[in-house]
């Protein structure tokens, strides 16, 4: 059980591309979810904080028209950068959470390379 | 910064042998988390260790918390080559109503055939 689902997983764009990533809770109603970033071996940076027909959470240094998060369903939200630029190029996870204080469970990420 | 600094960065040992791993972190917390990745993969999750216990186990797994010195530690006994992976200890903090996981640095831990 708690399985999240994340497409694409890889995508290459040229600049100034918007790019949207999906991410699914398969059985389970996830309340909250996740969006982060990891660079090459490093650890993973929390974008924003999602909850079912709310505003995003961003974290400090995020920039909120750059990356839209929209959160419309207990089993959906989306991550789209806009008009994405060679920086933006990273790999992004996705997760979702049921409960407070319950672990989160993880998408396989998305490897997005900007050209 | 909340975030933990896991001990070692890398660790190699022969398949057999146990594994441990240690993440300090800075602030009180509600539980800190153990989570697995393989390379180019999500986070699999491993263990939560509520602030108020002291030992969990799960498998070949045993985590510890100590909140009087912020630290806690990963072992894994008797490793086999599908324990390669990185490690990452993330802390748990309540956040204006919601709770947000704060990530280690992570370990890279290779187990040698």
């Known amino acids: 059980g708690a399985v999240v689902s994340q497409h694409p997983s890889w995508v290459i764009c040229k600049s100034g591309t918007s790019v949207k990533i999906e991410c699914r809770s398969l059985d389970f109603q996830a309340t909250t979810m996740f969006w982060y970033r990891q660079f090459p071996k490093q650890s993973l940076m929390l974008m924003a904080t999602s909850n079912e027909g709310s505003k995003a959470t961003y974290e400090q240094g995020v920039e909120k028209d750059k990356f839209l998060i929209n959160h419309a369903s207990l089993t959906l939200s989306t991550l789209t950068v806009t008009s994405a630029h060679p920086e933006d190029s990273s790999f992004y996870i996705c997760?979702?959470?049921?409960?407070?204080?319950?672990?989160?469970?993880f998408g396989d990420g998305t490897r997005l390379s900007i050209l | 910064s909340q975030q933990g600094e896991e001990d070692p960065q890398a660790l190699s040992i022969q398949e057999g042998e146990n594994a441990t791993m240690n993440c300090s972190y800075k602030t009180s917390i509600n539980n800190l988390q153990w989570y697995r990745q393989n390379s180019g993969r999500g986070l699999v999750h491993l263990i939560l260790?509520?602030?108020?216990?002291r030992e969990k186990h799960s498998g070949r797994l045993r985590v510890t918390l100590d909140t009087s010195k912020k630290s806690s530690s990963l072992l894994i006994t008797a490793s086999r080559a599908a324990d390669t992976a990185s490690y990452f200890c993330?802390?748990?903090?309540?956040?204006?109503?919601?709770?947000?996981?704060?990530f280690g640095t992570g370990t890279r831990l290779t187990i040698i055939p």
């Open positions: 260790i509520r602030s108020n216990e």
């Open positions: 997760s979702a959470r049921d409960r407070v204080s319950q672990p989160q469970h």
């Open positions: 993330a802390t748990a903090l309540s956040n204006f109503g919601n709770e947000k996981l704060t």
